[in-house]
């Protein structure tokens, strides 16, 4: 498909021998020749290299040089505490629209002198154009055109990026950090998308391939594709946008109230304020009719996003549909993630997904399915 984009790496993909696929309009790697399985196992178990190029990267700065007028402009558009981000950490957030639902989901760094956001692949012209619509005149936005994004995932994680750059190891979870290195300036954070300790990092393009090849050539590196990723994130009880959240969704909904600090809800000091809040605050306060849960069926074969649930297994009335599902490699069983009605979502509940005319049992669970490692 010769119209799809390329992220730096694409040519260090075919040497390595992966399958590529269209995702988000890009050309990327779906699996190696090492197989999803051992990819997935391989991160857990030491250390993997993700490309993520392919999403958004973007800065805001404000004009009057005080950070607290461009954090407080963002938080017209999330219901994100971005005012009290202390610099050098970084937070996730929402940006909603005025019916309550998520128009994306993205990580928000607070760099001293202004903002860096990294959003979804799918979404990222969107949200730029958001931004630039409703972002006053008093805040810069610029996209990152020139930088490759690429995550490094696994207990093995710390010591390799360090042997590069020493100064990633007093990295806590959630710091961010620009420090210098043999490839440019990198910019890091100690975040990730899989359960593991690891860290994002952008790097100019010019330096990518040969980065991402110096992390490589660690034995306890290998590449890991969007096949393994999906299975990783899922077990870490993540959200991927587009299946698990999108605009009909509300955070009540999707059991993100964390997301939204105290000082944005009902009675905090920047009460409300976001696309949404008159919807979404009062949700936070009570409870939705639907809830995001955490599936795990019987046997071996996972419950497909799509899959209809029901209370009983000759009930004819629908409580809620699958959004996510695989079979977990680390918890060696299938594992979904599911919208149902709120009075079944208790840990223990018994509930039935009509899989190819069949109603089979899943056991409502709390998420992650597998405990995360960050580095605290």
Request: proline fraction near 8%; include cysteine.
């Amino acid at each position: 498909m010769p119209d799809l984009l390329k992220t730096p790496l694409h040519g260090l993909h075919l040497k390595l021998g992966a399958r590529m696929v269209p995702f988000a309009g890009y050309d990327m790697p779906v699996q190696y020749p090492l197989g999803v399985m051992k990819e997935h196992l391989h991160c857990r178990a030491r250390a993997g290299l993700f490309d993520v190029s392919h999403m958004g990267q973007i800065l805001i700065h404000p004009k009057s040089g005080d950070l607290r007028d461009a954090a407080l402009s963002l938080e017209t558009l999330v219901p994100a505490d971005i005012a009290g981000l202390s610099a050098g950490r970084q937070r996730y957030g929402l940006f909603t629209n005025p019916e309550g639902g998520i128009e994306d989901d993205l990580m928000i760094a607070n760099r001293g002198d202004h903002l860096f956001l990294v959003v979804n692949a799918a979404c990222k012209a969107a949200d730029l154009a958001h931004l630039q619509a409703h972002l006053p005149d008093s805040c810069t936005i610029t996209p990152v055109t020139d930088r490759a994004l690429l995550a490094l995932q696994g207990p093995d994680a710390e010591a390799v990026l360090a042997r590069i750059v020493p100064d990633v190891a007093t990295m806590r979870f959630m710091d961010v950090a620009v420090i210098d290195s043999p490839f440019g300036p990198l910019w890091v954070s100690r975040s990730g998308y899989t359960g593991e300790d690891g860290y994002e990092i952008s790097v100019a393009d010019d330096q990518a391939e040969a980065f991402a090849s110096a992390l490589l050539a660690e034995d306890a590196v290998e590449a890991i594709g969007l096949g393994a990723r999906d299975s990783l994130r899922l077990e870490a009880g993540l959200c991927l946008y587009g299946s698990d959240l999108d605009t009909a969704t509300t955070p009540a909904e999707a059991d993100l109230g964390w997301a939204v600090q105290k000082v944005r809800r009902s009675g905090g000091a920047r009460e409300g304020g976001f696309p949404g809040a008159d919807r979404i605050l009062p949700e936070l306060a009570s409870s939705p009719a639907r809830t995001r849960i955490g599936l795990r069926p019987e046997g071996r074969a996972p419950m497909r996003p799509g899959t209809v649930l029901y209370a009983s297994p000759d009930s004819d009335t629908p409580i809620g549909t699958v959004t996510s599902g695989a079979f977990g490699p680390s918890i060696e069983g299938p594992m979904s993630m599911a919208y149902v009605a709120t009075d079944h979502i208790s840990p223990g509940t018994l509930i039935f997904g009509d899989v190819r005319g069949k109603r089979l049992p899943a056991t409502v669970t709390k998420m992650p399915f597998r405990p995360a490692t960050y580095k605290r």
